[in-house]
């Protein structure tokens, strides 16, 4: 055989090696765990945790995902057809459960934030840089002596959120040095990284997600349709006290809902209502919106109590559909094997991917095997129908029939005591989807409104005539200042200036907040369940 034939013949059965890195049959797979996701530019990325074969038990930690398996949303799949790349990741990378993980669209990197180690691992974070052919490569962005982590540390098991331009990390776990302590320590704050300049800022949680700002667990998300720079929405999870942890999880009620309006830094919470969920941790959470129109779908699955058991996980098998600005609780009538720690998200445009988990209706974290394969479970978000594989051709997604029924009461404005709602939710709220009985409104004449409205059209035709002069002579200076000071922001890379889908970038208000990161620490039980594997969008 020539030397080509043998190069093209290696070639051949690495890239086939690749394509199923665990050298195992759907047959002989079993679960995975403790992982996280993150869907761009028509790829997903599974990073973190571990898997099972038949056979095995959740006390193996021999199986450790020590790579990134890529699967791409170009074609279509079934689960059985699934191609998956994997790329080893270096030695002195260790491996970690449930790693926050960013998609940074400026540099088109994934960056890996907090995660809780196997074993004692130094602080770092590591960014993945793909090629856009199912490789890539990692980097170490913050090593373990880096100033940074005199200001905070790696959080477990946070809320973890990414808007295009700042990754998001709220509350969490901080672990222990040695893992096998009996102990984690929550912690407050919402860690934040601007992708642009690569600066990191702490902002207070404090009577925001819960009154003493500690919160893990639970589940975070951006929205982009709302307020002037997004909105991000953070349910669920436990929330614990200050003082000892109690002896059964803190979990936050379901119809709590808590936002952060993005551009004013100003956090708001209010009550949902509807079919409310059981009160759960480690859920998987996704969204999405009907052509960026007025109103947002969430969508969680799964989830568990903290404690194992049918009786105490009867809700751990239901899709649920939380409608905003509506703020209610829809529950999808399609089941699904129960599951907890599942990662999700929204392939294609409405279908909805769940990856791995665990069944919290059973004794252990490994078994019974996953009855779906590969632990790949993809939902139409618009029959609210589980599906046997990823359709890359179907349509466009459109509020499903549940929740596009009729107007519905928005209670929360109703009876909200934070004007300041209306402005973040309604502000050019003139889509016809919702009948005017849903919308909020203002009772005046209408012979009124229209007195006023010619009076002041009026007046302000005479005003603007006058200055109109001046104003160009104004604006004329106005717009070259303001491109000098946009050249200044970046002036070696121009396409740095703005942010995707937001336009140019949007200034942050007020001081710096503290750190908190290191402060007011709770000792929360780790427990029997080494393996909790926390949801992250």
Known sequence: MSKLAVLLLTTWVLRAYCLNPWNISSQSFSRMISHSTVVADDWLYIDGGMYFTTGDNQSDQQKTLNGTLLISLSKGWTNSTVPIHYVEKPSDFYPIKSPGLWWDPISKTMISFGGEPFFETPQYIWAFSPDGNGGGSW??????????????????????????????????????????????????????????????????????????????????????????????????????????????????????????????????????????????MDFCITGQTWNRSDSYEIYIYGGWTGQRGLSNNPDSSNVYILSIPQFRWFRAVSFAPPRAGSSCQVIGERQMLSVGGWDPTATNFSTPADPLTYGLGVFDMMELQWTSGYNASAGAYKRPEPVNHGPVPMSWYNNSDQPELESLFFTNYTSSNYSSSSKPSRRIAGGTVGGITILIGIAAAFYFLGKRRRQRKATLETTKLMGQAETAIHPSDPSRNTVPELGPPVPELGPPVPWEMDSSQVPIPAGPDQYRGGATA
């Open 139 to 280: 980097r170490e962005e913050y090593g373990s002596k880096d100033p940074l982590w005199n200001t905070f540390t790696r959080p477990g098991q946070a809320m973890i959120a990414a808007s295009p331009s700042k990754g998001y990390s709220l509350g969490g776990t901080e672990t222990p040095p040695d893992p096998k302590a009996q102990e984690s320590w929550a912690v407050s704050g919402m860690v934040t990284l601007d992708f642009a300049n690569t600066t990191w800022d702490n902002i207070t949680t404090i009577g925001a997600y819960s009154q003493n700002g500690f919160g893990f667990s639970g589940g975070g998300h951006y929205i982009p349709t709302f307020g002037r720079a997004g909105i991000l929405v953070f349910l669920g999870g436990q929330a614990p006290p200050s003082a000892q942890p109690p002896s059964t999880p803190a979990l936050r009620p379901m119809e709590n809902i808590t936002i952060f309006d993005i551009f004013h830094q100003k956090w708001y919470s209010l009550n949902a209502t509807g079919d409310i969920p059981q009160q759960r």
